[in-house]
Each structure stands twice: as structure tokens, then as C-alpha cells.
């Protein structure tokens, strides 16, 4: 499968704990974004990154929402200190630079559930 | 601020009954437009993307069109199989080619 892939596909976590989320692109992708979806909604873009540099952040990325891409290949986002409001579907996609093309791939999501 | 509007929210049709879903947009210059279909639980898969006025896309039963200010899927004699929603999302320059979605149509297609 040459698909992004995420990890963990579920995760429920107690208020407070902190949570991490993985995200590997498609292999020649250098472009890689994360977006939030709740129930009824559609996804929200919250950053992206252009190899290892993160070029834009939404103001719904708190300041307990941090995301890296250390090498320029796969992703993390860590949320600290998890709020019930935390709880939704986040979304890693990934695409090409402009000359391949500007098509969004998106992975099958990690599930957050804070109780 | 970039925004889509997707109409209706819900859609039941009958087996081989045909009907059309829209997208509604307001945008800053338009790069794409594009089309996803989403199952429960999962990521958004890619459909289609369109990029001028008057441009069609085929893909099975579905056709995507746009206009100026929207878009619409149409369905052409849907399965059960079809049933999902479609989600529409706009994307501008700049900003890393981010997609603005909008909220989808849930389509249940019954036998």
C-alpha cells in the first residue's frame, strides 16, 4: 500500500494525558498537511509542512497542538494536555510539489476520543 | 475568507433514481475544485479535481461540473454502493495548495 498511512487509527486517552499521532506520505510527496474533521463537519486545515519546513499553522492550532516533520519525511502531532474538545478525526494528507501536481491525498485518519 | 456551500445536506434516493449534488463557492482567485467521497470512519478518497469554468469530469455514474460559482456532482442511475458523502473543497494560491471544504452530502442510495 503506498497510501498515506496513520497511526494509531484510535485513541482514547483520559483529559490531560497527552496523545501523539503519526502520519508517513506517500513516498515522493513533499508537501504534508494536517486537518481536524468532527462529526457532521467537514475537515479543517490546521498546518502544513513543505519537507521539514511547517510554512502555516491555523489559528485553531492552540498552543497545546504541536506538529513536526524532523526529516522531511513522516509526521507527528502531539496534543498536550487533551480537552474534551479535543475529540475528533484527524486527518494527515499529502501531495506533490505544484509540477506533479496539486491533487490532496488524505490517510484513513486517527480517531480521538478524550473522556 | 474563502467558503463552500454544499446543498442538500442529505440525499435519499431509490436504486437507479438519478439527482445532482451542489457545491456553492466563494473564492480569491480559484486553483481547483475539488471532489471527495467520504465513508463512515474513514479519510477522505479523492474524485475529482476541476479548474475552469466548464470543465466536466466523468468517473463511472459520477460526473462533476463547474460554473463560475459552483459545481455540481450529478448521479447517474446510483447503486447502494454509492452511498457516502461527498465532500467539495476549494483551493486558492498560495497557502501550500490547502483545501477550504465544505460540510458534505450524505447520500444514502436504497434498493
Known amino acids: 500500500d503506498t497510501g498515506v498511512s496513520q497511526d494509531p487509527r484510535h485513541k482514547i486517552t483520559k483529559r490531560g494525558q497527552n496523545v501523539t499521532f503519526r502520519c508517513d506520505p506517500i513516498?515522493?510527496?513533499?508537501?504534508l498537511y494536517w486537518y481536524r474533521q468532527t462529526l457532521g463537519q467537514g475537515p479543517e486545515f490546521l498546518t502544513y509542512?513543505?519537507?521539514?519546513?511547517?510554512?502555516?499553522k491555523s489559528r485553531l492550532l492552540s498552543d497545546r497542538f504541536s506538529a513536526e516533520r524532523p526529516k522531511g519525511s513522516f509526521s507527528t502531532l502531539e496534543i498536550q494536555r487533551t480537552e474534551q474538545g479535543d475529540s475528533a478525526m484527524y486527518l494527515c494528507?499529502?501531495?506533490?510539489?505544484?509540477?506533479?501536481?496539486?491533487?490532496?491525498?488524505f490517510g484513513e485518519g486517527s480517531w480521538l476520543t478524550v473522556v | 475568507e474563502d467558503q463552500v456551500t454544499q446543498s442538500p445536506e442529505a440525499l435519499r434516493l431509490q436504486e437507479g433514481e438519478s439527482s445532482s449534488l451542489n457545491c456553492s463557492y466563494t473564492?480569491?482567485?480559484?486553483?481547483?475544485l475539488f471532489w471527495y467521497r467520504q465513508d463512515p470512519g474513514k479519510g477522505p478518497e479523492f474524485l475529482f479535481t476541476?479548474?475552469?469554468a466548464g470543465e466536466e469530469k466523468e468517473k463511472e455514474r459520477l460526473k462533476a461540473t463547474l460554473t463560475k460559482k459552483e459545481s455540481f456532482l450529478h448521479i447517474t442511475a446510483p447503486k447502494p454502493e454509492d452511498s457516502a458523502t461527498y465532500l467539495c473543497a476549494v483551493q486558492a494560491p498560495g497557502g501550500g495548495n490547502k483545501l477550504t471544504f465544505g460540510t458534505g452530502t450524505q447520500l444514502k442510495v436504497e434498493l
Open positions: 513516498s515522493e510527496h513533499n508537501r
Open positions: 473564492v480569491s482567485g480559484l486553483r481547483g
Open positions: 476541476l479548474y475552469s
Open positions: 494528507a499529502s501531495s506533490p510539489t505544484f509540477s506533479g501536481g496539486n491533487t490532496i491525498y
Open positions: 509542512f513543505q519537507n521539514e519546513a511547517q510554512l502555516e
